[in-house]
């Protein structure tokens, strides 16, 4: 592809023709929004069980933990290829923003899963809960930071 | 902040944060003991030891003036001894078969720990009580037999009158059976259900009778650690059963005992007694376990509460009016020894100090960093009353670090013998005082 031909708008939204057909960062787009769905789930689960003292909610929780760790790691594998592969990722204003904050959730849900192991209440009351809200604003700060980065990152606007 | 969190994550990580639970086991033994604040580790302080096994040759240790013997080897987990009056002795080979359901991540990653702690379980078929007979007494059993095969992991046994009474993980059976006899001569009748599977966490039916015949007690285990899988998985748990023989009819004789065993009277009274192992995940020196006397209606605390009335935090809802009913068991063995056999010493051929003492069994676990029990422990008693220190009687299951055996029933047998059933060790050892 000619390097100074005008987008089209097809291309804009068709996230593989940019920024450099990046295997790591398709992947890392199908796999940030689990995580993040995860952790946000999991605060929902851990309110749930501080309202209601139901088990059934802190295996939701302890779950859900599990799977948005899973997947995050994977991501944040996938994040770190296309940081390192891709100059525009890296170079973009919020891009290592996005890194960073991403990381971080990801610490504190790790720690999180441990805190979430204990035998009923103080699994969630007051160290999960609170590491669930931290964790969840990590990373909807995280998904900000998408907002602000150029197109050819997520190959969606201009 | 993100250096706050490692700092945050280390402090909790190395548990310390002030709460390091220094306490010496020594100052849990008895009647007060001294109990720290819980804490808790972000990972789990966990040591679980290898099992090796004994090498040809290799023993227990037994203090001075006693000698320690294999009396039977190469059996397939035997986790309870019975000798019976005319000299022969049962030995109960059990294991857990069923899975515990996954409800939580944490289950499949402990499970995979604590396997290592019960391999080398023996090839061999279990679930099974085999005869020994030993006609001339010299420990040496001339042979073995199975008395009773494919049992659904059996643990207590008791013999009234005419039948023999064992305690599968989810019935009470009864064959028709007379000491003597090799064979029972019949098949076994129900005596009652047991609460069992799916989950079945605390599997170890412990029984007793009564002295004149007509009721059955059976230590039933709680399903959870400290009512993690809800109230409804505890129906009738963390209890000892009174069961009448006659009718088969049950009732809770005692509750808020979280796996009791080693249900057995104290020798010429209507005293029954047990041993208890508490709750986990409170710290290395938390909860101590106990053996205690056990009063009938009383309410010992679990889950609610822990030695006596102290609130367990994790257990919701709370149920304070429960726990001032809580009483203080009798005497406390150290946190984490997991005491599963009882024996008072009935005997004579024993030194007189160890008359109406009381041999404990204790398996120990994994869940403090310096391993506790692994050991036969015996406690002095006076007129009808634990007093003193423990004594460390059997030693030497663990060796460096790794598990030779791991003790569980205990008992007292003709000659006045202690008998230990090891279950890891698959051995039955059989301790006597050495002849001067």
């Known amino acids: ?158 | 902040m993100t250096f706050r969190l490692a700092a945050l994550g280390a402090c909790m990580v190395l548990a310390a944060c002030g709460s390091g639970q220094d306490v010496d086991p020594a100052a849990q033994y008895g009647p007060t003991p001294s109990l720290p604040e819980p804490s808790r580790a972000l990972l789990p302080r966990m040591h679980v030891p290898k099992v090796i096994g004994w090498a040809s040759g290799e023993t227990p240790t037994v203090p001075q003036g006693f000698r320690i013997d294999a009396m039977a080897t190469g059996l397939s987990n035997p986790r309870n001894v019975y000798p019976l009056p005319n000299g022969d002795v049962l030995v109960i080979e059990s294991k857990k078969d069923a899975k515990e359901p996954v409800e939580r991540p944490k289950r499949p990653v402990m499970a995979w720990i604590e396997a290592k702690a019960h391999g080398g379980n023996g090839g061999g078929p279990s679930n099974r009580i085999l005869l020994l007979r030993d006609a001339n007494g010299d420990g040496k059993p001339d042979s073995q037999t199975v008395l009773i095969d494919r049992l659904n992991s059996p643990f207590g046994v008791v013999l009234v009158g005419d039948a023999l009474y064992v305690a599968d993980t989810d019935a009470v059976l009864r064959f028709p059976f007379t000491p003597g006899q090799t064979s029972v001569a019949g098949p076994g009748m129900k005596v009652i259900d047991l609460p069992a599977g799916p989950i079945n966490h605390h599997w170890t039916k412990s029984l007793t009778a009564s002295a004149d015949g007509t009721k059955l007690y059976v230590g039933v285990g709680s399903n959870s650690n400290a009512m993690e899988r809800g109230i409804e998985a505890e129906t009738d748990r963390a209890a000892i059963w009174e069961v009448d023989i006659a009718t088969g009819a049950f009732r809770v004789f005692a509750r808020g005992l979280r796996n009791p065993n080693g249900l057995t009277f104290y020798p010429g009274s209507d005293t029954l007694w047990a041993v208890v192992n508490e709750r986990d995940e409170l710290g290395p020196n938390l909860v101590p376990d106990y053996m205690t006397s056990v009063k009938r209606g009383a309410f010992y605390g679990w889950p609610y509460s822990y030695w006596g009335q102290h609130v367990d935090s994790r257990v919701r809802p709370q149920r304070p009016e429960l726990v001032q009913s809580a009483i203080t068991p009798d005497y406390g063995l150290s946190s984490h020894v997991a005491p599963l056999g009882l024996a008072f010493y009935a005997g004579s051929s024993f030194p007189a100090q160890f008359r109406g003492g009381a041999f404990v069994g204790e398996h120990g676990s994994w869940n403090r960093p310096e391993l506790n029990g692994y050991k036969v422990a015996f406690i002095r008693f006076e007129n009808g009353h634990p007093v003193g220190q423990p004594m460390d009687f059997v030693t030497g299951f663990v060796k460096d670090g790794q598990a030779r055996g791991r003790p569980v029933g205990v008992a007292v047998d003709r000659a006045g013998a202690l008998l230990i059933a090891d279950d890891v060790g698959n051995t039955v050892w059989r301790v006597t005082a050495a002849t001067p």
């Open chain 1, 1 to 158: 592809m000619p390097a100074n031909r005008p987008i089209t708008a097809t291309e804009t939204t068709f996230v593989a023709e940019y920024p450099a057909r990046s295997v790591a960062w398709t992947l890392y787009l199908l796999l940030f929004p689990v995580a993040v769905v995860a952790f946000l789930a999991a605060l929902a689960t851990d309110g749930a069980y501080a309202a209601t003292a139901y088990l059934m909610w802190l295996h939701f929780s302890e779950w859900l933990i599990a799977a948005g760790l899973a997947f995050g790691v994977l991501a944040a594998l996938a994040l770190l290829v296309a940081f390192v592969t891709t100059p525009v990722a890296r170079e973009a204003r919020y891009g290592p923003a996005h890194l960073v904050l991403f990381y971080v959730a990801l610490v504190v849900e790790l720690v999180n899963a441990f805190v979430h192991t204990a035998d009923g209440w103080t699994a969630v009351v007051p160290t999960g809960l609170v590491l669930s809200v931290l964790a969840a604003i990590l990373a909807l700060a995280a998904v900000a930071t998408l907002f602000f980065v150029p197109v050819e990152w997520v190959g969606a606007r201009r």
